[in-house]
Structure formats: C-alpha cells, structure tokens
C-alpha cells in the first residue's frame, strides 16, 4: 500500500515559535521521492522540498529544515522563528514509480502575532 | 510563478453539465497529471499525460477524460457533472518520466462549484 499519513491535522503557533510537522509514509518501492508543499488560501501549491529515496541527508534552506530517516519511514519537516506569512497548509508527498503524487491530508498551520 | 497556467480560474456548473479545464504547462515540460482537490482533503490523481498518451489513472470513473496537445498543454474533461464534483482542480507538469525525479509545479487550480 502507498500511503501518506500527517498526523497532526492543525497546528497553532505564537510567532517566533519554532514547530515540526510530522509526515510518515508507506511505499513497497525502492526507488521513490518525497516532496513537501505549501498552499496557502489562494490554492497553489508551492513546492518546498524534494528528496530522492536513496538521499538520507537532512536539509536547511533557510529557516527551514528536513529530516528524512528511512528507517522510521518519516520525513518531517520544521519551521524555525515561525512568521505570520508561514500560515498556510502544508502537504508531505509521495511520488511513486506508478507516476503519481500520494498526498497527505495535510497539516494547517496557523502562526498568531 | 510557476510557469503552470490554468483556465478558468472559477466557474458555476449546473448538475448534469459538462467542464472543460485548461492547463498551460511550463515551457518543455512533456509530463502534465491532474488532481482533484475537495475541500479540507489532499489533492487525489485523476489521471497523467506523457507525450500525449495517458500513462496513469486514479480511481475516478470514465466520465473524467483528459487530452495533451503537441505543445503539451492539457484539457479535462468532466461529463454528466454531479454535486460532488465540485473541487479545486489542479494542474501539474514536469519533465521527464518518473525516473527524472524532477521537480513537479502546480498551476493556481480550477474552482468547480457544481450546482
């Protein structure tokens, strides 16, 4: 089965706070990627992140990181000093050798003043 | 900006009507996919173009159909349009085949309200 699962369906934060989201996924494949994405209210998806199945390095762009551990099959991602414009939600994603991307349900965050 | 442009950007359908949706896809990309996105739900594949063929299908019935044109731009096509349709539509290019891993973009979506 290929599956994504965000556990944590909104997420409230005080600016300034640091927060992680969560993001575990299921795959039989062996060659597959993982995305993060962001869509604020307008619906559209901003890609964040890609990661290749075979890459376990753990990422910072920014005040944004990743960490991929295929052992635990997670790829979570966390948003350091958060800012009122991170408000958005945010979407782990699977691509899989079928072609297609398997989203999550997606984690609201909402970033308070 | 990604490149990724699609039309219209919302439109009000009556049950039983037929949509077509439009996708401009970024300039060489071959790979075009559509999704289905409900409210509060993740986006859900409809179906993916590669070279004009349809190389993939989600679980939704022949009433979904789609086109990719020679300059790899797209149309979705809904029939026999129900209350349940009604979603954001989403387009989404790429180059490449799955084993390219490139990064995939998404247009601004489609508003379907069906009434």
């Known amino acids: 089965a290929q599956k994504v699962t965000q556990a944590q369906t909104e997420i409230s934060v005080v600016e300034k706070e640091d927060v992680t989201l969560d993001c575990v996924y299921e795959t039989r494949d062996t060659t597959y990627y993982l995305f993060w994405y962001k869509q604020p209210p307008s619906g559209e998806l901003v890609f964040l992140i890609r990661?290749?199945?075979?890459?376990?390095q753990n990422e910072i762009s920014g005040r944004y990181s990743w960490n991929f551990q295929k052992s635990t099959s997670s790829f979570n991602f966390t948003i350091t000093a958060s800012q009122v414009v991170d408000s958005a939600v945010y979407f782990c994603?699977?691509?899989?050798?079928?072609?297609?991307?398997?989203f999550g349900q997606g984690t609201e965050l909402s970033v308070k003043p | 900006e990604t490149g990724v442009t699609q039309s219209p950007t919302h439109l009000i359908k009556t049950r039983g009507q037929q949509v077509t949706l439009r996708c401009s896809s970024q300039s060489g990309h071959n790979t075009v996919s559509w999704y289905q996105q409900a409210l509060g739900q993740g986006p859900q594949f409809i179906f993916q173009?590669?070279?004009?063929?349809?190389?993939g299908r989600g679980n939704f019935p022949p009433r979904f159909s789609g086109l990719q044109f020679p300059n790899y731009s797209s149309e979705l096509n809904v029939n026999a349009l129900e209350l349940d349709d009604s979603a954001l539509y989403l387009c989404?290019?790429?180059?490449?085949?799955?084993?390219?891993?490139?990064?995939?973009?998404f247009g601004e979506g489609s508003w379907l309200t069906v009434v």
């Open positions: 173009y590669y070279r004009e063929e349809e190389n």
């Open positions: 989404a290019s790429k180059d490449g085949g799955f084993s390219s891993g490139n990064t995939i973009y």
């Open positions: 990661r290749n199945s075979f890459d376990e």
């Open positions: 994603v699977l691509y899989n050798q079928g072609g297609k991307l398997i």
